[in-house]
């Protein structure tokens, strides 16, 4: 099968690996090459055809590989990668470099419900560290005077703006967003079956009716075609069969014959495979089996019914101030007092209403004769402040204070064992008001008695934490 590599994807890749093994005076070329963009479009595919036919080596790194249970091993992990692909490239005399594969799965913060673990930023440091000086990366707890040859470091990511900024800057990560266009698909499509008697003609149609996907499509759609024969395959010798068939058998394993691709047949499953790609969208059912998911409301506001109009009376309605009579009641605002009930708001928590509306009594005689106290709703008092009795006073001045900075509000918790490795887990998504916080707190406090519970404060347009502050411990 001959594979398409686009000439843009091809000039990009060797001029930065040739740059980086030529030494130019006065030039100051950095180490990383970030390639990024949409998911599918072929972007790590690309990368090893491209190293294939330059004869490149490659040490590959998994972006799974960033996080450990042990911190510090990934940044040890990047430091014996880099040095064991210099020492390549001195013993064999060939080019030599390393991929890192998904870097933002393995190191980026995609929202404030990630987590940034210690070797999160240890990941980070090291990349620019080796960026910074390519030619002296140490091993923990050893030194070697020795200088390595430089090795340039290919990324791949479909949104590095999830990266530390400081990472992605132009003087360590030079970046390429990898989107072909029509032609560069077209030649893509047409390497993918270039053994399928499909005319370019037949190819270009097939871009142009499902335009919108990307390159891994085309390639699904093809491994489609065979489904048939599988599954004749597997009717013919039984279901009970298959196994014994195909997985260590003395037989010679089951052969195909290369099906019939024509346009008509392709553009049949690719409307199929459209349609499931549509039915993932719309179902959207872990909303509805998780309602932490749905802006992270632990509550919401309810409005009673409004109380029934009075009649209208012809009689003027008049109330005696108990403060006196005259001028004195006049100047009072007592005096147009009307006893009657009134409503607040009432707060849920999923569908058990915790608070109820305040019941003022009926004045028998139209005199109020003593100020009566009465038990305020544990979320409100008279001045619309919110109150707790779970939560101190200084959790929740702190909560004031981030909210009224404009921050948004995040709540992690870890269990003793996780502690010491500073695993911490979030509690949901980022909370934007106060009593929605207050609440939230409450729910977290009464949930995770024995753990330890910590807030810090999220800037919405960075997404950067401040503030952490451990808020309770499980001693």
């Not at 064999?92 to 390393?98: L, S």
């Not at 991929?99 to 990941?123: P, S, W």
């Not at 929605?436 to 997404?463: C, D, H, M, W």
Request: net charge neutral; charged share 25%.
């Amino acid at each position: 099968m001959n594979y398409y590599i686009a000439p843009r994807f091809l000039e990009k890749i060797a001029v930065f690996i040739t740059k980086n093994y030529l030494n130019i005076p006065g030039i100051r070329v950095p180490l990383i090459l970030g390639v990024h963009g949409r998911k599918g479009e072929g972007k790590s595919f690309q990368c090893d055809l491209v190293f294939e036919k330059m004869g490149i080596e490659i040490t590959h790194i998994s972006g799974g590989e960033l996080e450990s249970p042990d911190a510090g091993d990934p940044s040890r992990l990047l430091r014996l990668r880099y040095r064991e692909t210099a020492e390549l490239i001195r013993v064999r005399g060939k080019m030599c470099a390393i991929m890192i594969n998904d870097l933002d799965a393995g190191a980026g913060r995609f929202d404030e419900g990630t987590q940034y673990t210690v070797n999160t930023q240890l990941v980070n440091a090291t990349l620019m560290n080796i960026a910074d000086n390519p030619t002296n990366v140490q091993l923990p707890g050893s030194y070697d005077e020795t200088p390595l040859h430089r090795v340039p470091i290919i990324v791949t990511g479909n949104d590095f703006s999830t990266l530390y900024a400081p990472l992605i800057r132009d003087g360590r990560m030079e970046k390429f967003y990898w989107q072909p266009d029509r032609s560069d698909k077209v030649g893509i499509v047409a390497g993918i079956y270039s053994d399928d008697g499909l005319s370019s003609r037949e190819i270009e149609q097939l871009v142009d009716t499902f335009s919108n996907q990307s390159v891994d499509f085309f390639s699904a759609l093809r491994s489609r075609i065979y489904d048939e024969q599988i599954r004749d395959f597997i009717f013919k010798i039984g279901i009970e069969q298959v196994s014994r068939r195909v997985v260590n058998s003395a037989d010679r394993p089951p052969e195909f014959s290369k099906p019939k691709f024509n346009l008509s047949r392709l553009i049949e499953m690719g409307n199929l495979m459209v349609k499931e790609q549509q039915q993932v969208q719309s179902s959207q059912l872990v909303k509805e089996y998780n309602r932490a998911l749905d802006g992270n409301r632990y509550y919401r506001e309810y409005t009673p019914p409004a109380p029934p109009e009075k009649p209208k009376s012809t009689q003027p309605e008049t109330v005696t101030s108990p403060f006196g009579n005259g001028a004195e009641s006049a100047k009072n605002p007592v005096k147009n007092y009307s006893p009657t009930q009134t409503p607040l708001p009432v707060w849920q928590s999923g569908n058990r209403f915790v608070n109820e509306s305040i019941q003022l009594p009926q004045a028998s005689s139209g005199v109020v004769n003593s100020v009566e106290s009465y038990e305020l709703p544990v979320h409100n008092n008279r001045h619309n402040e919110v109150i707790s009795t779970q939560i101190g006073l200084q959790t929740l001045e702190q909560v004031r204070n981030l909210i009224a900075q404009g921050y948004h509000i995040g709540i992690e918790h870890v269990d003793k064992r996780r502690f010491r490795t500073n695993s911490w887990k979030s509690c949901g998504q980022s909370i934007v008001g106060e009593s929605e916080a207050i609440t939230a707190l409450e729910v977290n406090l009464s949930e995770y008695q024995n753990e330890y519970l910590r807030i810090f404060g999220i800037e919405p347009r960075t997404k950067r934490r401040v503030m952490e502050t451990i808020i309770h411990r499980p001693e």
